[in-house]
T-cell receptor
Framework: NAGVMQNPRHLVRRRGQEARLRCSPMKGHSHVYWYRQLPEEGLKFMVYLQKENIIDESGMPKERFSAEFPKEGPSILRIQQVVRGDSAAYFC???????????FGPGTRLTVL | QQQVKQSPQSLIVQKGGISIINCAYENTAFDYFPWYQQFPGKGPALLIAIRPDVSEKKEGRFTISFNKSAKQFSLHIMDSQPGDSATYFCAASQSSGTYKYIFGTGTRLKVLA
């Protein structure tokens, strides 16, 4: 039973480019959370999605960031026109729903040059 | 009110000693308190979690103590081993909301051989 999968594991982008981060939840899980971890800091909630719905995006920056979780395929976190301050580790977690327990993926480490 | 305060920021313990990490919260609606362990370059892994209806939960060498009136909870690692050297995060969530986690800022534990 594969765990939460994220790809790519490492992503390097130049300022102004777009970054696309993918998350495949655990089998049977239909709830996905995205968190961001800045260097030497804790994880900060960004967005919570169910299939085809954004449930809570209270942690998402107002501009340049978007997320989706389509009916088929992985959840995508998209960052447009990246800036150096976007450099961080982005973690996805999944849950079966109706439960507090979340299972985390290995993360995508984004570096913006 | 959404903050979770974690201390200490770093901790050095001798092999075989007890490691103690503390967290405090303000939001009384929180009802699930997990602890995560994170090794460098990896995603957080659930160690142990507690709900407010119990004051203590033990799993192997790991124990959570929970003080509802003080709004504090702590992680105790008994017989600490060098392999326990990692960063530990406490978190809190509420079942009446979206289950999103509010994380503490992390404690970097080093166990000396």
């Amino acid at each position: 039973n594969a765990g939460v999968m994220q790809n790519p594991r490492h992503l390097v982008r130049r300022r102004g480019q777009e970054a696309r981060l993918r998350c495949s939840p655990m089998k049977g899980h239909s709830h996905v959370y995205w968190y961001r971890q800045l260097p030497e800091e804790g994880l900060k909630f960004m967005v919570y999605l169910q299939k085809e719905n954004i449930i809570d995006e209270s942690g998402m920056p107002k501009e340049r960031f978007s997320a989706e979780f389509p009916k088929e395929g992985p959840s995508i976190l998209r960052i447009q026109q990246v800036v150096r301050g976007d450099s961080a580790a982005y973690f996805c977690a999944s849950s079966p729903g109706g439960d507090n327990e979340q299972f985390f993926g290995p993360g995508t480490r984004l570096t913006v040059l | 009110q959404q903050q979770v305060k974690q201390s200490p920021q770093s901790l050095i313990v001798q092999k075989g000693g007890i490691s103690i990490i503390n967290c405090a919260y303000e939001n009384t609606a929180f009802d699930y308190f997990p602890w995560y362990q994170q090794f460098p370059g990896k995603g957080p892994a659930l160690l142990i979690a507690i709900r407010p209806d119990v004051s203590e939960k033990k799993e192997g060498r790991f124990t959570i103590s929970f003080n509802k009136s003080a709004k504090q909870f702590s992680l105790h690692i008994m017989d600490s081993q060098p392999g326990d050297s990692a960063t530990y995060f406490c978190a809190a969530s509420q079942s009446s909301g979206t289950y999103k986690y509010i994380f503490g800022t992390g404690t970097r534990l080093k166990v000396l051989a």
